[in-house]
């Protein structure tokens, strides 16, 4: 079955670079989570869309920016990296939560990205 | 204290036993469980969910729900060496504000031994 992709796997960038990450979900999932995991860390939620709007708001830098375009694909922009931002970064999908509960969601497998 | 908290670990299993993985949460408006497995430097797996007060069982996985104690937990039956991996329990809150948003406990590394 086809599974969330994430490009790209790897990441190295400087401090104060700007990067990019980009998640496409899974076929017929119009829910995307952003994710961001620490080393020993569990993973701390960043901000959500669905249907091409923002639906939730974690513990996301103003630094970052995310948005959902029309073919449901994701991309997380984060600019002035910081050492501290290096970390494994997930994205999921979901079909729409509905009021009550949740979808489940699945994850990608991670961008890892390295500020040095 | 984290709003999801998992018993600590590291916990270790002799191949063939039952794993017992423990987790509590404090908003009881929380709605939706669900079990990740993780190996070290991969992506969380879904392993199971459950949304209702009880036991849901699949394969060698059982979740419990009590939903009045806010407590949700994971039975590994027939332990394997490759189920050696951090578990981690995610709590939603179904909708509505926090849309689809899920918060992870911190993880219980376990450890089955031959």
């Known amino acids: 079955a086809a599974g969330v992709i994430q490009s790209p796997r790897h990441l190295i960038k400087e401090k104060r670079e700007t990067a990019t990450l980009k998640c496409y979900p899974i076929?017929?999932?119009?829910?995307v989570y952003w994710y961001q995991q620490g080393p020993g860390q569990d993973p701390q939620f960043l901000i959500s869309?669905?249907?091409?709007?923002?639906?939730d708001k974690g513990s996301i830098p103003d630094r970052f920016s995310a948005q959902q375009f029309s073919d449901y694909h994701s991309e997380l922009n984060m600019s002035s990296l910081e050492l501290g931002d290096s970390a494994l970064y997930f994205c999921?999908?979901?079909?729409?939560?509905?009021?009550?509960?949740?979808?489940?969601?699945?994850f990608g497998p991670g961008t890892r990205l390295t500020v040095t | 204290q984290k709003e999801v908290e998992q018993n600590s670990g590291p916990l270790s299993v002799p191949e063939g036993a039952i794993a017992s993985l423990n987790c509590t949460y404090s908003?009881?408006?929380?709605?939706?469980f669900f079990w990740y497995r993780q190996y070290s430097g991969k992506s969380p797996e879904l392993i199971m969910f459950?949304?209702?007060?009880g036991d849901k069982e699949d394969g060698r996985f059982t979740a419990q729900l009590n939903k009045a104690s806010q407590y949700v937990s994971l039975l590994i039956r027939d332990s394997q060496p490759s189920d050696s991996a951090t578990y981690l329990c995610?709590?939603?809150f179904g909708g509505g504000t926090s849309y689809g948003k899920l918060t992870f406990g911190q993880g219980t590394i376990l450890t089955v031994h031959p």
């Open positions: 869309f669905y249907e091409k709007m923002q639906s």
């Open positions: 995610a709590v939603g």
């Open positions: 459950i949304y209702s007060n």
């Open positions: 999921a999908s979901s079909s729409s939560p509905l009021p009550g509960r949740d979808y489940e969601q699945y």
């Open positions: 076929p017929r999932h119009d829910t």
């Open positions: 908003d009881r408006g929380s709605q939706s």
